[in-house]
T-cell receptor, first 112, second 112 residues
Framework: AQSVTQLDSQVPVFEEAPVELRCNYSSSVSVYLFWYVQYPNQGLQLLLKYLSGSTLVKGINGFEAEFNKSQTSFHLRKPSVHISDTAEYFCAVSDLLGKLIFGQGTELSVKP | DSGVTQTPKHLITATGQRVTLRCSPRSGDLSVYWYQQSLDQGLQFLIQYYNGEERAKGNILERFSAQQFPDLHSELNLSSLELGDSALYFC???????????FGPGTRLTVL
């Protein structure tokens, strides 16, 4: 069975600082991994995904993530955050049928 | 805008009642997924349809049911509502199972 653990429930950071949101997964099958962002009172928007190939994945809004099979991690990074990045971020793994198993979410709070 | 539409946006009802949530997938998408987001349970998969057929079930209560119609829109029916059913209900769609899922804006259900 697959599972996802997001290691930080809240990450406060100052504007223009770098940020890393951590995600570990467990899966007995080949993994498809995703990061979604949820802005207040909105639905989920896909940030980036790893299906296969290069382990460094670039997404929208300057975010990137690195798939590390040996560490079973898929951490999300941004070199310089903006106030507008304040949101909840969800890491997810897809099972063989396609359903998404989500982590508990990380609330990113960017302060001026 | 993901292209997935959900109606209604908000729903307020009383315990014991029955409601229907509607989802229209992106044009060309054959798979529809329903998820529930609540403060205590996080984002949980409910059920998946592919081209009109049920593909997978999550921890969906027996009081809940869903279907996907020939025009590929889907409805989630929630009956004998309890206070604990108050949550955000998201619909997502993808072309095929395991393809990237695109989420609708959600329906916020409040049971009083």
């Amino acid at each position: 069975a697959q599972s996802v653990t997001q290691l930080d429930s809240q990450v406060p950071v100052f504007e223009e600082a770098p940020v890393e949101l951590r995600c570990n997964y467990s899966s007995s099958v080949s993994v498809y991994l995703f990061w979604y962002v949820q802005y207040p009172n909105q639905g989920l928007q896909l940030l980036l995904k790893y299906l296969s190939g290069s382990t460094l994945v670039k997404g929208i809004n300057g975010f990137e993530a690195e798939f590390n099979k040996s560490q079973t991690s898929f951490h999300l990074r941004k070199p310089s955050v903006h106030i507008s990045d304040t949101a909840e971020y969800f890491c997810a793994v897809s099972d063989l049928l396609g359903k998404l198993i989500f982590g508990q979410g990380t609330e990113l709070s960017v302060k001026p | 805008d993901s292209g997935v539409t959900q109606t209604p946006k908000h729903l307020i009802t009383a315990t014991g009642q029955r409601v229907t949530l509607r989802c229209s997938p992106r044009s060309g998408d054959l798979s529809v997924y329903w998820y529930q987001q609540s403060l205590d349970q996080g984002l949980q998969f409910l059920i998946q349809y592919y081209n009109g057929e049920e593909r997978a079930k999550g921890n969906i209560l027996e009081r809940f049911s869903a279907q996907q119609f020939p025009d590929l829109h889907s409805e989630l029916n929630l009956s004998s509502l309890e206070l604990g059913d108050s949550a955000l209900y998201f619909c997502a769609s993808s072309v095929l199972p395991r393809d990237t899922q695109y989420f609708g804006p959600g329906t916020r259900l409040t049971v009083l």
